[in-house]
């Protein structure tokens, strides 16, 4: 029993930010129709920008506002300068688009930082906690924490903020939306932005716990991906789920059959969801764009 319990601690932990990085997922895609395979670039970013800004002696939350500065700038600039002038194109351009932004994102972080892995200290402290027989870190409570502020944070905003509302018209519909007096390139740049500042979060608090490198986001975004095709691609409330179920099925396959195949499950779930539920678990059986 203790040694199932640490599995689902494991899970949880891990299984947040699988759920933050589906949640950026979900929202460039319900605001744009783009998968974008660079989100993983942003979790990367908000890492790696920490540690290099608490190296050359930044205080960690000015570094962590610093770093999701920058992961939003990125996000912002991947949609003036990638998403935007492929206005239009076919789902599988915009699909490349992402990936060769991931590519370029990834080897400029190469270059600006270095090949090396990276931590951040425990935000408070490193003594694990016991519950019932098994040890949690503190900074696994972090994580838990902040991934559902994140959470409730981006739910008050849809729902009671005007610009909110906004970006959930426009996922409604885009054109509809416009004749309204909504400002859409505005929203699709705004889901761009508030991606980047997800995934640097997700990034800064992992980050302690798991190391940080150039080329950690390449996983992170096909771990996600398969959270949010999991929950149902474009469903805010599948991803979150999507994101703990994928966390907790990678630590019991780890913990009980061999940590070699951890990073299969993924995939397994990805040819799961598109053999037996295409609609992953809270997504609609069929889905028209206007």
Avoid: C
């Amino acid at each position: 029993m203790d040694q199932l319990l640490q599995f689902v601690f494991s899970g949880l932990t891990v299984g947040a930010v699988y759920a933050l990085v589906a949640l950026g997922f979900t929202l460039i895609y319900n605001a744009s129709d783009v998968i974008n395979f660079a989100q993983g670039e942003f979790v990367m970013l908000g890492g790696m920008v920490t540690v290099f800004a608490v190296a050359a002696g930044m205080p960690l939350p000015l570094a962590a506002l610093v770093a999701i500065a920058v992961a939003v700038a990125t996000g912002l600039a991947l949609h003036r300068l990638a998403i935007e002038p492929a206005r239009g194109a076919s789902a599988v351009t915009l699909i490349i688009v992402t990936i060769g932004a991931s590519i370029l994102i990834r080897g400029l972080a190469q270059m600006v930082f270095d090949r090396q892995f990276h931590a951040l200290p425990a935000f408070t402290g490193e003594e694990p906690i016991r519950v019932l027989g098994a040890s949690i870190l503190p900074q696994s409570l972090w994580v838990l924490g902040g991934a559902a502020a994140i959470v409730l944070a981006l739910w008050l905003f849809m729902e009671r903020t005007l610009l909110g509302k906004a970006v959930r018209a426009t996922a409604a519909n885009r054109l509809a939306a416009r004749l309204v007096g909504i400002d859409t390139t505005l929203v699709l740049a705004l889901a761009f932005g508030i991606s980047g500042a997800i995934g640097a979060i997700a990034g800064i608090l992992i980050t302690p716990i798991t190391l940080t490198s150039f080329a950690v986001g390449t996983l992170l975004a096909l771990k996600g991906f398969a959270a949010a095709m999991l929950g149902g691609m474009g469903n805010p409330v599948g991803a979150v789920v999507g994101g703990l179920a994928l966390g907790l099925l990678e630590s019991l396959a780890a913990g009980f059959i061999s940590s070699t195949y951890k990073d299969a499950v993924a995939f397994l779930v990805i040819l799961g969801v598109l053999f037996v539920l295409p609609q992953g678990l809270f997504g609609r059986r069929a889905v028209e764009r206007v």
